[in-house]
């Protein structure tokens, strides 16, 4: 896979159970492998990952985040949320560039 290839992810978004009202959508961990050998310098905080992602017609900058499952979790925006009409259990398609 080249640098800087784009990812298209498709999953569900849900909302963290603590506090705040975050929302997520997880990549899988064949997505996450692939979004890691994209990224070679060294990670940001939280070993968070640089990226662009776009949900439908909107774009934007943020990072995703890695869990203990080898996964990375993707913040969805509430005005990504708002503006693209997404809700809590919807199965949505995010392409990410991992920003190099």
Same mark, same amino acid.
């Given at each position: 896979? %080249? ?13 963290? =159970? ?12 064949? %997505?996450?492998? $692939?979004? $890691?050998? %994209? ?19 909107? /774009? ?7 869990? /203990? =499952? /080898? =996964? ?7 005005? !990504? $949320?708002?503006? =693209?009409?997404?809700?809590?259990? %919807? ?6 560039? !991992?920003?190099?």
């Amino acid at each position: 896979m %080249d640098r800087n290839e784009s990812h298209t992810i498709i999953s569900r978004v849900w909302e963290w =159970e603590g506090k705040g009202s975050w929302h997520f959508a997880t990549i899988n961990k064949e %997505d996450s492998k $692939r979004i $890691r050998a %994209d990224y070679i310098w060294p990670r940001k905080g939280f070993g968070s990952i640089p990226v662009l992602a776009t949900v439908g017609a909107t /774009k934007w900058k943020t990072s995703v985040f890695p869990t /203990k =499952e /080898k =996964e990375f979790l993707l913040p969805i925006k509430r005005i !990504v $949320r708002e503006g =693209e009409n997404i809700s809590i259990g %919807d199965t949505i398609t995010i392409k990410l560039t !991992v920003i190099t």
